[in-house]
């Protein structure tokens, strides 16, 4: 699979990953919350919400955003947005297993990272920024103005974006083929090291045994 990334977008200091595997996907993810998700949770490291944009890799997150002219305050990168609600006392909510995975790495990495359906994507994927009037129907949140904020987009148009992704590509406990994609801020993810965690928790939760990283085309 093909993926690309803009030069505005790597201008503004983005360097993402991108994965992709197979696998079985179940509602049940017991598993991996005691082994993974409870443990990370128990020990978050932010003493009130607003401690958590002071964290660098959030913080160089949401440098990138400005530097596109997106408000990170208002379109919170997803990896800031999920701590928040951990500082916050209202814990996580249970999707699926591979959705939480998905948030796990996040969380662990903290760096937004959007979990894609391949089978409803068609063509290469490219990284870039939204245009004025562009919006997608958000998961679980309405219309998500995409208008100076990063997005996935295929040949169908924008399906994902580091804030929340779209509904047409919506990841769900039938999905066996999978794309990852980390909105990682330059030299703020180890790859090494986000590659291993997910070859193993995936290896774990879903059975996927040809995790693969992908080239990202500038």
């Not at 093909?2 to 598993?31: I, K, R, W, Y």
């Not at 490291?45 to 401690?51: I, K, M």
């Amino acid at each position: 699979m093909q993926v690309n990334l803009s030069s505005e977008v790597a201008a503004a200091g983005l360097a993402p990953l991108a994965f992709t595997f197979t696998g079985t996907n179940a509602e049940d993810s017991t598993a991996l919350w005691q082994s993974a998700i409870a443990p990370l949770i128990a020990a978050c490291p932010y003493q009130a919400p607003a401690d958590v944009a002071k964290d660098p890799a959030i913080a160089a997150m949401r440098a990138v955003y400005k530097s596109l002219g997106k408000d990170p305050s208002r379109y919170r990168p997803s990896q800031e947005a999920l701590w928040r609600r951990i500082a916050q006392g209202k814990g996580l909510y249970q999707v699926n297993r591979a959705v939480d995975l998905n948030n796990y790495l996040s969380l662990a990495f903290r760096v937004s990272c959007g979990l894609y359906d391949r089978a409803a994507l068609v063509g290469p994927v490219t990284l870039t920024v939204g245009a004025p009037g562009e919006s997608y129907q958000g998961i679980g949140k309405g219309a998500l103005a995409l208008d100076h904020l990063i997005v996935a987009a295929d040949d169908a148009g924008p399906f994902g974006s580091p804030t929340s992704d779209s509904r047409r590509s919506l990841v769900t406990p039938a999905t066996t083929d999978f794309l990852l994609i980390a909105y990682a801020p330059r030299g703020q993810v180890d790859p090494s090291a986000f590659t291993a965690a997910l070859t193993r928790l995936a290896g774990q939760a879903l059975g996927s045994r040809d995790v693969a990283a992908l080239a990202v085309e500038r």
